[in-house]
């Protein structure tokens, strides 16, 4: 008799269970978790990192500003500056006066060559080109118009065609533009590329 009053009891404590948890669904799942809420700042990781290394990131570099390459359109408009006579007449000036000023002992003779090519320029439309004996060829009637424009007066030119300065030395003659002449004189030493030259523009 016993043993019957411990199987109904057995079978009455399941039956409350199941009554209990069928009226109480929620109690079948566990309650979740709340998720943390998302920052804007760094994560963790980041943090770490950031202590580790003792210093703050160093700043992004800016990319170098893209080199403009040369067009017509700025070609063009150095051609304009240099054939301005105002232009190009101020830039000569200003080189005669720090590189073969006035008390140059051949400073007549620089600026009557300058007047020789700017006549040539004035005819021809550019400078002549060439070696000393070549441009002084050009000059001296071998051009197109036959224009006979130097030697300049007071100089002359030596046996194979070159003009000469007053220590009987061939001139140097740089074409630097259509518009621009440089002449050097090797000076009282007859030899170029040293502190004694005499340089006009």
């Not at 009053?5 to 979740?32: E, Q």
């Not at 700025?74 to 105002?86: K, T, V």
């Not at 007549?108 to 550019?126: C, H, P, Q, S, V």
């Not at 004189?185 to 030899?191: H, I, L, T, V, Y």
């Amino acid at each position: 008799m016993k043993k019957i009053s411990r199987i109904f009891i057995l079978l009455l404590a399941a039956a409350m269970t199941l009554i209990f948890a069928w009226r109480n669904p929620s109690a079948k799942t566990p309650p979740k978790r709340p998720e943390p809420a998302a920052t804007s700042g760094p994560t963790p990781a980041a943090e770490s990192v950031s202590s580790d290394a003792g210093q703050p990131p160093a700043p992004v570099a800016e990319p170098p500003a893209p080199v403009k390459p040369h067009t017509e359109e700025s070609r063009a408009s150095s051609r304009r500056d240099l054939a301005n006579p105002l232009v190009t007449s101020s830039f000569q000036e200003a080189t005669k006066s720090s590189v073969a000023g006035s008390d140059s002992p051949i400073a007549a003779d620089l600026d009557k060559i300058n007047l020789m090519f700017r006549d040539y320029r004035t005819l021809m439309g550019e400078n002549p080109v060439g070696t000393n004996a070549e441009i002084m060829k050009a000059v001296m009637g071998g051009n197109p118009k036959s224009a006979m424009l130097g030697p300049p007066e007071g100089q002359s030119v030596n046996g194979i065609g070159e003009l000469v300065d007053k220590w009987g030395n061939p001139y140097f003659f740089h074409q630097l533009t259509r518009d621009l002449m440089e002449i050097r004189s090797a000076g009282p030493d007859g030899r170029l590329w040293n502190e004694d030259d005499i340089i006009g523009k």
